[in-house]
């Protein structure tokens, strides 16, 4: 299976930027997507095919990357951005998951 | 308004079987693949299997394969998620989650339904 990799947590202000990053044990193309798990909730997707945004998503959450290598941004961070934020792959079969990066405001 | 209402969890033990289902509404049900996803106690999130629009065709993480079956009513706009032999590490909540158009990926997920297996 393919493996990603997410760095655990981060901890970050309102109205900085913020980068979280994903990487996988293979290459995925371009078929990486982002979820956001708000605490209590199911997850809501944000981004798709590694750099879409997601219908009603606002503009300052964006992603990029190809190959083994992606990242989502935000820009800038809002309170109501704390959340866990999951990566997912689906070039390669079965899909998977990264562990997630729970992002808190300070 | 797409809804995704998952039902039938609940305390199982070791060795029996569960039925969980899932309506569907605000879309046409009969057009899209559909998936179930779990994810543990600890948050890791794992791709349980999909079955196709129609129902004739279905997909599994190969380590599930052999204990879960997906089907689907789309008379009923309803998918299932047959869980058999259940173990302590089934224990999650189970998500029902309509996949993209396009894209193997989950664009609308219910609110989800725990399974607690134990004796």
């Known amino acids: 299976d393919t493996v990603l990799t997410q760095s655990p947590a981060l901890a970050v202000s309102p109205g900085e930027r913020v980068t979280i990053s994903c990487r996988a044990s293979e290459s995925v193309s371009t078929l990486m997507h982002w979820y956001q798990q708000k605490p209590g909730q199911q997850p809501t997707l944000l981004i798709y095919l590694a750099s879409n945004l997601e219908s009603g998503v606002p503009a300052r959450f964006s992603g990029s990357g190809s190959g083994t290598d992606f990242t989502l941004t935000i820009d800038p961070v809002e309170a109501d951005d704390t959340a866990t934020y999951y990566c997912q792959q689906s070039w390669n079969d079965p899909r998977t998951f990264g562990g997630g990066t729970k992002l808190e405001l300070k | 308004e797409v809804q995704l209402v998952e039902s039938g969890g609940g305390l199982v033990q070791p060795g029996a079987s569960l039925k969980l289902s899932c309506v569907a509404s605000g879309f046409t049900f009969s057009d899209y693949w559909m998936s179930w996803v779990r994810q543990t106690p600890g948050k890791t999130m794992e791709w349980i299997g999909d079955i196709k629009y129609d129902g004739s065709y279905t997909n599994y993480a190969p380590s599930l394969k052999n204990r879960f079956t997906i089907s689907r009513d789309n008379a009923k706009s309803t998918l299932y998620l047959q869980m058999s032999n259940v173990r302590s590490e089934d224990t999650a909540t189970y998500y029902c989650?309509?996949?993209?158009?396009?894209?193997?990926?989950?664009?609308?997920w219910g609110q989800g339904v725990m399974v607690t297996v134990s004796s």
């Open positions: 989650t309509r996949e993209g158009a396009t894209e193997a990926l989950f664009d609308y």
